[in-house]
């Protein structure tokens, strides 16, 4: 994989300290590409990232392509097979992980994916 210098987190901290907002065109070039990215790992059967936040979106400064990172909690699902609750930072989390369903599906990384943008 080739080096990718900032992260999504970083692209909207710097926004964020200089008092502005994020160039609406930018907020939807890296919001279809997040969620591309998840169509895709969720094209296979089960897979889910299960920790999709800024800190795991690389971005390209120069070409503004984003990445997803972090894949450390990924896992397939099998259906009918209990999983952990307590996964996905806290602030990202989907409601029914919050209320500790142990069997989710695919979605946690949507809700996920829309909480920063």
């Avoid at 169509?39 to 503004?64: E, F």
């Avoid at 409601?95 to 500790?100: A, Q, S």
């Amino acid at each position: 994989m080739e080096f990718v210098p900032e992260s999504l987190y970083r692209v909207l901290k710097h926004y964020s300290s200089m008092n502005q907002r994020m160039p609406l065109i930018f907020v939807k070039f890296y919001t279809y590409q997040i969620f591309r990215g998840l169509a895709y790992i969720h094209s296979v059967p089960g897979v889910c990232h299960r920790d999709v936040k800024p800190q795991n979106v690389l971005v390209d400064p120069l070409t503004h392509q984003v990445k997803l990172c972090g894949f450390g909690s990924a896992k397939i699902l099998v259906k009918g097979e209990a999983n952990i609750s307590c996964i996905c930072s806290r602030y990202y989390r989907a409601p029914e992980l919050i209320f500790g369903v142990t069997e989710y599906a695919t979605s946690i990384d949507i809700w996920s994916a829309g909480c920063p943008c």
